[in-house]
């Protein structure tokens, strides 16, 4: 779950078949690490977070507000909080809670699909979905340019953070038929330039919805949110490609670490072997003919003669 320390008590999180998805801090805090179209974010109201992805799985972002949170409410400036979801630098949906549903008790909402109006009154819904990328090799010039364009923030969620102000209009503006954004399913690999992206959005099949539109401003500026969430998705042999989570010893590797283990359980054993093979022969001298000589325990008498020599007295007396 996403906190970010300057914004206590706003809760985001990325949730797939039932429960959240692990998070893993994404380290780079420098600007060149985000490049948010038409955004402006400091390093302290900004979060980023790795998590790992499943081809054509379902998810949602749940969203969360705790009485923590201080929606510093000026007279008829802001009367509510605007989650604005992106997927790959796509806008799909937005939640907005009013002030009365998070003081004086904690809220819970979630953006489940894309949200695209097709009248007045109805909205066309699609549910979002992971969906993975095939790289192919190209030499075209043109088309690998185009692909550098189009990859313009895949594998990237982001939820933009809004303090908002609700407001109404005397008749509906024109109607304009947002467009559902294309999903990317194959990427040159020269457009890539070395990115370990793995995955891009997919959106599952449509359901139509009664939905009267409502309107919001923005105080503080479209381009200014309070907070930036972003969720960096990609896959498992992505993340360890880029270094998040440890690599899996291959086939090959794992068999040579077990056979260098026996080995050295072996030499181990044949060291203990030497070393009580030693002892007892430390204990029990053997004869000219390799036969042992059986130590009788009894010490004899030894006196020096005229020569110098030690002379052992072997007699019984």
Request: aromatic residues 8%.
């Amino acid at each position: 779950m996403a906190i970010i320390r300057d914004i206590p008590g706003v809760k985001v999180s990325i949730e797939s078949k039932g429960g959240p998805l692990k998070e893993y801090d994404d380290d780079d805090e420098s600007d060149s690490n985000w490049k948010l179209k038409d955004v402006t974010s400091s390093k302290r109201r900004r979060i980023s977070k790795y998590i790992e992805c499943e081809s054509d799985a379902e998810f949602n972002i749940k969203l969360e507000i705790t009485r923590a949170f201080d929606l510093a409410e000026k007279t008829g400036q802001y009367d509510s909080i605007t989650f604005l979801a992106l997927v790959d630098g796509n806008p799909v949906a937005r939640n907005t809670p009013l002030y009365e549903d998070f003081q004086p008790r904690d809220w819970s909402g979630s953006i489940d699909g894309s949200y695209m109006r097709v009248s007045p009154t109805e909205v066309s819904y699609r549910p979002l979905k992971f969906c993975s990328i095939t790289r192919v090799e190209s030499t075209d010039t043109a088309r690998v340019k185009l692909d550098m364009e189009r990859i313009a923030g895949l594998g990237e969620i982001v939820v933009l953070l809004h303090r908002t102000c609700h407001y109404s209009l005397p008749r509906h503006p024109a109607f304009v038929n947002n467009k559902l954004p294309k999903t990317i399913t194959e990427v040159a690999e020269k457009a890539l330039k070395g990115q370990a992206l793995s995955h891009g959005i997919a959106f599952g099949p449509e359901r139509r919805m009664y939905s009267k539109p409502t309107y919001v401003k923005f105080p503080d500026g479209k381009e200014n949110p309070l907070g930036v969430f972003r969720f960096k998705y990609r896959s498992h042999e992505a993340l360890q490609a880029e270094c998040i989570i440890p690599r899996s010893p291959s086939p090959g590797e794992d068999s040579t670490a077990k056979r260098i283990a026996n080995l050295k359980r072996e030499i181990a054993s044949i060291k203990e072997e030497e070393e009580v093979t030693l002892v007892g022969a430390r204990r029990r001298p053997a004869d000219d003919d390799g036969s042992q000589i059986p130590r009788s325990g009894k010490r004899y008498k030894t006196t020096r003669g005229e020569d110098g020599q030690t002379v052992v007295d072997l007699t019984d007396d």
